[in-house]
């Protein structure tokens, strides 16, 4: 195996290990003190196990994506969510089309441009 791509010490493939170990494990790893690859490498599993063992137990997303992989959400709640986020598109596209305006009005064309069509 190349160097660094080694299994850590003591490390065996397909090694049952029980809830507390998993849930210990995954503490760890949540500290923030060291990377994942370091507590996997520690503890003699594989960064993958301590990944999929994260999202068996609903921690593998990241700060500020949690809200978007929690629980699941029933479907008038989405819908509001859909109309909320196509209005707020609609508005983008037409800050959009008011900004490319306005460039056209405020620049000076230059020679071999287009000029935008809106």
Do not use: C
């Not at 978007?68 to 986020?85: C, F, G, I, K, V």
């Not at 598109?89 to 020679?111: F, H, V």
């Amino acid at each position: 195996m190349p160097e660094g791509n080694e299994p850590p010490a003591g490390y065996r493939a397909g090694r049952k290990v029980d809830a507390a170990f998993r849930r210990r494990a995954i503490e760890l790893s949540e500290r923030g003190d060291r990377t994942v690859k370091e507590v996997a490498r520690a503890l003699g599993i594989s960064e993958h196990a301590l990944y999929r063992w994260r999202v068996e137990y609903g921690v593998a997303a990241p700060q500020g994506m949690a809200e978007l992989t929690s629980t699941p959400r029933s479907m008038p709640e989405l819908e509001r969510e859909n109309r909320a986020l196509r209005l707020k598109l609609a508005e983008m596209e037409e800050r959009e089309q008011i900004l490319k305006k306005s460039l056209g009005i405020l620049s000076p064309p230059i020679r071999g441009m287009p000029k935008w069509k809106v």
